[in-house]
């Protein structure tokens, strides 16, 4: 059940009062700033453990306290380990929500945004998460954005950054444009409204120039990132090779260029289709009639209510008109006829593709809907392999088999399924009985020998689109001169401020309030000193943070956006964690950046994230939490219910890392009591710091020095959960030590109890500062190096088995060392504990890894 509800009192946690210790242990950390990273004098190695910076869009809720608990264990975790450790925090502190609120507020964005990260910051300090203090940025303030502005300039300069006109997602209800990647499922990301496609002037970044790079580069990090991941990024980066081909269009001089991945198939190309929304389109009815001219404007209307996802859906009816023009095959000379289709989007290839409907579904599914005809040129049931056969085909084109039959049951024309698969190529002229892949390369050759096309790549990426139609984000430091030219803003003249809101109306209009501004907007053109306009868009806000990482290397520089010698020191970031919803993004943006930063010398890495850690979502009952919903789970109430320590246990224990966790499942009472127990076995503790610990109880010994040996590799594969489960463990065998008599003095007690508070340091730091404070040690235990493992204590007959069912810890097995799999999953099906847990669930897979694991899956 949810544990929202009444949290235990001192007493009830056997005298621990949560709350004292939290408020002293962050007085002393506030004083003494024990987390700053080291200077140029120290000598450890380092390491830069980095979470996703928040936007201050209110307190922080359950997702960021998931978030930087990791980022808080992993940077505990190596400064125990000896290293120089960098965990800095600011605000992504730009962009719509804030701008939003100011307006329904009719308030100022800056006092909003201010009043929020003051809020976010005092609760992150009362969760106790580790951040350097020092370093903080947050990225609406002129001395970050004057840099993002230096850095659009240096890209501009090297051709990166460019204006044009172009068909652009945009909003009607934020009224700015978006980036393909901000359109889901045909919605804004942001406000959720239906976007629509419009024609503007914009702003982009050249990042289709990466696109190789980006796509190439994701093996360096094989291994580093999740899989999905990667996956994800190679999927939107869609990379595909083949060839342009250039046809003549009849009645016009300029060729049209179209990409195709099967160049094999040109023979069986029968139509051409060009995208409505294309400038190709609009050049090619301008030849046609005044009907069919009408038509295609009735069409066009239409096309343009209709979301890219919707028109490449496979389900949808196919749709499109005649352009009264014919294209020319450049293999065979056959007439095509053109006609304008919704299925081709202006932005892919050239906007416009030779359709070979027996060999591709939506071509087929359009020649079928309009009585275009069909052609087959690949059998697809001849062996890709061995000799060239010999096939011979029946008056319609269609192979015959061997023995004589006609393969009409596979023709596209009568069965409505495209031929997809591999063969050998027919009705082709000299490609005939070649396969697929030979095929490809002989007309490649053919057609660059002819002047006809080339060997060609195309991707699904497409630059990135910055410019926005708002107030709150980084003004673009362009300059529009009254004969049209467009100046970049001196260095010297940067940041270019934003103004004060005051008099300024920020309500959406179409068009940035910025231009609205007029003292603002004028300027001298730095040319000529004439009277010119600033450009009055702002930058999309994942240019803020495509590079912030960077910054808090040298945050308070004037001089630079980052020292190149801080870059080499401590780049690239070494663990970075956030949501697996930044995956296409900001960590596609990051990477391009990294890369453009290596091109200038900035850099000596290419990759901006060596590890990624991606987390999941903190749900309510199987639900994602909503205001809407009702359901919501805030997370000051638990802070202040529970405190920081118990809400840290509990979130850790809850499960796998990457999982989503319940908060129905979580439970804060539980982790109360735990870490009540804990700080019991340091009171009770009754021997020397110098007291021999090789004295002491062995089988106690054996459970504190399997901890040390086990604990960092669990950590280093984010295992927090099962780390959590044997510092249980630990607390256990200690008890039952300290319960047997004189067992306080025993100096495997005191082993124990500074082993627990040294690894309960990552998960519940106020309670290890205070249990290493009873313990008789100086603070702060954070510092301190961990301790190696005995290996002479690690050989047992015994060990201790986790089982867990979906994730989750259950129950603990005293086992054989040498056990087999068969019996240690007999053992833990039979236990207790996991039959309870388990209830009227079915087992449908079992992990077995003895001694130490049995994880179960359930339906």
Known sequence: MSQLSTPPTPADAGGFDVHGIQQKWQQRWEHADPFRAGSDGDTRPRKYVLAMFPYPSGDLHMGHAENYLYSDIVARFWRHRGYNVLHPIGWDSFGLPAENAAIQRKADPVQWTSANIAQQKSSMKNYGVSFDWSRVLHTSDPEYYRWNQWLFQRLYERGLAYR????????????????????????????????????????????????????????????????????????????????????????????????????????????????????????????????????????????????????????????????ERWAINPVNGERMPVWAADYVLADYGHGAVMAVPAHDQRDLDFARAFDLPIKVVVDTTAPITGAIPVIELDDDGVPIDPGGDSLDDLNPARTGIALAGEGRLINSGALDGLSKRTAITRIIEQLEASGRGRAAKTYRLR???????????????????????????????????????????????????????????????????????????????????SWYYMRFLSPGDTTQPFSSREADKWGPVDFYIGGVEHAILHLLYARFVTKAMFDMGMVEFTEPFSNLINQGMVILDGAKMSKSKGNLVLFQEELDAHGADALRVALAFAGPVEDDKDWADVSTTGATKFLSRALRIAHDVDSSRDVVWAEGDPALRRVTHRLWADAPGLIEHTKFNVVVARLMELVNATRKVIDTGAGATDPAVREAAEALTMVLDLFAPHTAEEMWEILGYPPFVGLVGWRQADPTLLVEDSVTAVVQIDGKVRSTLEVPARIEAAELEARARADEKVQRALGDREIIRAVVRPPKVVSFSTK
């Open 164 to 323: 044009k006109d172009g068909a652009v997602n945009w909003c009607p209800f934020d009224q700015t444009v978006l980036a393909n990647e901000q359109v889901i499922d045909g919605r804004c990301e942001r406000c959720g409204h239906e976007v629509i496609k419009k024609k503007l002037t914009q702003w982009y970044l050249r990042i289709t120039d990466y696109a190789d790079r980006l796509l190439d580069d994701l093996n360096q990090l094989e291994g580093f990132w999740p899989q999905k991941v990667i996956q994800m990024q190679r999927n939107w980066i869609g990379r595909s090779v083949g060839a342009d081909v250039d046809f003549e269009i009849e009645g016009r001089a300029e060729k049209v260029t179209v990409f195709t991945t099967r160049p094999d198939t040109l023979y069986g190309a029968t139509f051409f289709v060009v995208a409505p929304d294309s400038d190709l389109a609009q050049d090619l009815v301008a030849g046609a009639s005044a009907a069919a001219q009408e038509r295609f404007r009735d069409y066009l209307d239409g096309v343009r209510k209709a979301t890219d996802i919707e028109r490449q859906s496979s389900d949808r009816p196919k749709t499109g008109v005649f352009l």
């Open 463 to 545: 630059d990135w689109l910055i410019s926005r139609q708002r107030f709150w984000g980084t003004p673009i430091p362009m300059i529009h001169t009254e004969d049209g030219r467009i100046v970049p803003v001196p260095d010297d003249q940067l940041p270019v401020r934003l103004p004060a809101v005051e008099g300024l109306d920020l309500t959406p209009k179409g068009a940035s309030p910025l231009g609205a501004a007029k003292e603002w907007v004028e300027v001298a053109d730095p040319v000529t000193g004439e009277l010119a306009r600033r450009d009055p868009d702002t930058m999309d806000t994942f240019v803020d943070s």
